[in-house]
């Protein structure tokens, strides 16, 4: 503001001023003094109020500021690689070849480290070839084939390395949500020739994630091929790649849990346990409310109850998108009071009427849960709201996968329900191997564990 270079207006010397009056405004909670007479009185006191006048004032702040987040984001450490291209930019268009051999040589180093991620870094490396090919084409007048050849080889780089990770989250986010099928289909025989698989590990490593989820049903054997090779190659890739490989590998465990394979549940609490000290969860400093959910589900699933209601607690104001009323730490500490079965403490802690669906299906699940343990007459009507709800929302809501999960979980619920006194016994076994033979079971263990009971009554 007290630059004469960016505050160059008319209202140069009032801008101060006038942004002194709202940031004290925002620091006292004092709404009232923002109002415009109040400020135009306090900045042109003595005269009449023109609102034109303020509104032109609080419009050339608002630009000033722009300018000073844009020039703040420009000139920030991490956009040194893009500095340096512009730079040898502009130093081609003033022809200043010296200068611009240095300032390409400086951006062509940056793409040699691990400074970008691996994403960026193809792109920045076609950027680089372009620019270079733009000077050659300005300023060589010997024959050469311009750098050419080298410029399509980086653009083709970007181009399948990009495409096949959009694709990878494409076929991630079809695994729970309903999307056109046209659309979808359009990728279902996208290929990368193998010499761009053998340009660098993390190409390498996106496309078996992305044969993984092609191919829908997969062995333990990939899963776990695929985990090693993300560990062994690790120091030849950026943090930002790091991160978004385990969060792949930790969707793949959830998908092979969720087929049956309750086994790997160690497996995902080891992962996320990593993962969360590696900080590879956070974001600002801050955990998205699904992720919360999935690691507090998983200890809870290996009975590490401790771990779980300690991580709620620690991360109770560290979920992003976190209301007033705190759902999402509500229903994480539902879920371990649950477990710690006190089960009326955990239904009056339930937030119900999430706008977040993974939240709201479980706050859901875990009522069905408690109104089961606590053999409450209402467990019958919430079993058939359950499944209306379920209906209603079907396949134009959930994908064929959430769909038969949930669909499985209620009907066994309404099996174990039905499956109390002299029966219970000879029902346990026949609950156990039904929900077992079962592929896609919603709060498996649970149910397993419920269905076991019924055995051991007398």
């Known amino acids: 503001m007290a630059s004469p270079y960016f505050n160059n207006n008319q209202y140069a010397e009032s801008i101060g001023p006038f942004f002194e009056i709202i940031y004290e405004a925002v620091q006292t909670e004092n709404i009232k003094i923002l109002e415009k007479e109040e400020i135009y009185a306090k900045l042109f006191p003595d005269k009449p109020f023109i609102e034109s006048k303020i509104d032109k004032l609080m419009s050339e ?4 500021l722009e300018r000073f987040i844009l020039t703040q984001k420009y000139f920030a450490a991490s956009n040194q690689p893009q500095q340096s291209l512009d730079m040898a930019a502009e130093m081609r268009l003033r022809g ?10 400086k951006a062509k180093n940056y793409s040699n480290n691990l400074q970008l991620t691996a994403l960026d870094n193809v792109l920045y490396k076609y950027m680089t070839a372009k620019e270079e090919q733009e000077w050659l084409i300005t300023y060589n ?51 990368v020739p193998p010499k761009y698989l053998k340009s660098s590990s993390f190409m390498e490593i996106c ?16 899963f776990k091929s695929l985990m090693e090779k993300i560990q062994r190659n690790e120091p030849s890739l950026d943090p930002e790649s790091i991160a978004n490989f385990y969060a792949y590998l930790r969707n793949l465990c959830v998908l092979l849990i969720d087929a049956g394979n309750i086994h790997f549940y160690p497996i995902l609490f080891e992962l996320n346990k990593d993962n969360l000290n590696r900080g590879y969860f956070y974001k600002s400093g801050k955990i998205y409310p699904n992720a919360c959910l999935n690691i ?12 779980a209601s300690a991580f709620v607690e620690r991360h109770k104001d560290k979920i992003t998108g ?12 539902a879920l371990c009071l649950f477990s710690e079965k006190k089960y009326g403490q955990s239904l009056e802690m339930i937030p119900f009427g999430s706008t977040n669906s993974g939240y709201h ?72 191997k039904r929900i077992n033979e079962k592929k896609m079971v919603a709060e498996r263990l649970w149910l397993l564990e419920k269905a076991k009971e019924l055995g051991e009554k007398r």
């Open 361 to 432: 299906l479980m706050a859901r699940r875990l009522e069905l849960k408690i109104y089961y343990e606590l053999h409450s007459d209402l467990l019958d009507h919430k079993i058939d709201a359950f499944k209306m709800f379920i209906s209603r929302a079907g396949r134009k809501v959930f994908s064929a996968n959430l769909h038969e999960l949930f669909t499985n979980f209620v009907n066994f619920v309404r099996q174990l329900s039905q499956s109390q006194g002299p029966q219970a016994k000879k029902r346990s076994q026949t609950l156990i």
């Open 296 to 307: 507090t589900q998983t200890a809870l699933n290996v009975k590490e109850v401790a771990w």
């Open 141 to 191: 007048n010997s024959k050469s084939d311009l750098n050419i050849p080298q410029t399509i080889r980086s653009l083709e780089d970007h181009y399948y390395a990009q495409k096949t990770w959009m694709i990878n989250h494409l076929l991630l986010v079809v695994q729970g949500t309903v999307i056109n099928d046209s659309e979808h289909d359009q990728f279902s025989d996208w290929e």
């Open 207 to 222: 496309w078996d994630i992305h044969l993984l989820f092609k191919t829908k049903i997969f062995e333990i054997a990939d």
């Open 61 to 64: 702040t608002k630009r000033l």
């Open 96 to 105: 200043i070849e010296k200068r611009y051999f240095q300032a390409l040589d």
């Open 322 to 333: 976190e209301n007033e009323t705190q759902d999402f730490y509500r229903m994480n500490k």
